[in-house]
Nanobody
Framework: QVQLVESGGGLVQAGASLRLSCAAA????????MSWYRQAPGKQRELVAS???????NLADSVKGRFTISRDNAKNTVYLQMNNLKPEDTAVYYC???????????????WGQGTLVTVSS
């Protein structure tokens, strides 16, 4: 059973920084794209950032210049460095990964449980 475990959320003031981590655990053969999504109260879940196995990144316009996504393939972990946080960044942040399990041939889409980020003004 493959799972993603997130950490790093919390309550901060506007302008502060946080670093989210998401580690994949289980019988993993390979991981392709790893992504961060967020869902604010009353809003749909939206893509924040993604990174391929080769390190190519994509960021939502709303976070460009403030957020950075990176990964450590040896640790099966993806990070989201969030700087200059704003109240509108308040949301539950979820990571997602496309994973091939050992003994399987297709990608499995796995979601983390979510971690709450609250930014006060």
């Amino acid at each position: 059973q493959v799972q993603l475990v997130e950490s790093g959320g919390g309550l901060v003031q506007a302008g502060a920084s946080l670093r989210l981590s998401c580690a994949a655990a289980g019988s993993i053969l390979t991981i392709n794209v790893m992504s961060w999504y967020r869902q604010a109260p009353g809003k749909q879940r939206e893509l924040v950032a993604s990174i391929t196995g080769g390190g190519s990144t994509n960021l939502a316009d709303s976070v460009k210049g403030r957020f950075t996504i990176s990964r450590d393939n040896a640790k099966n972990t993806v990070y989201l460095q969030m700087n200059n946080l704003k109240p509108e960044d308040t949301a539950v942040y979820y990571c997602k990964a496309a994973i091939i399990e050992r003994g399987s041939i297709g990608y499995l889409e796995v979601w983390g449980q979510g971690t709450l980020v609250t930014v006060s003004s």
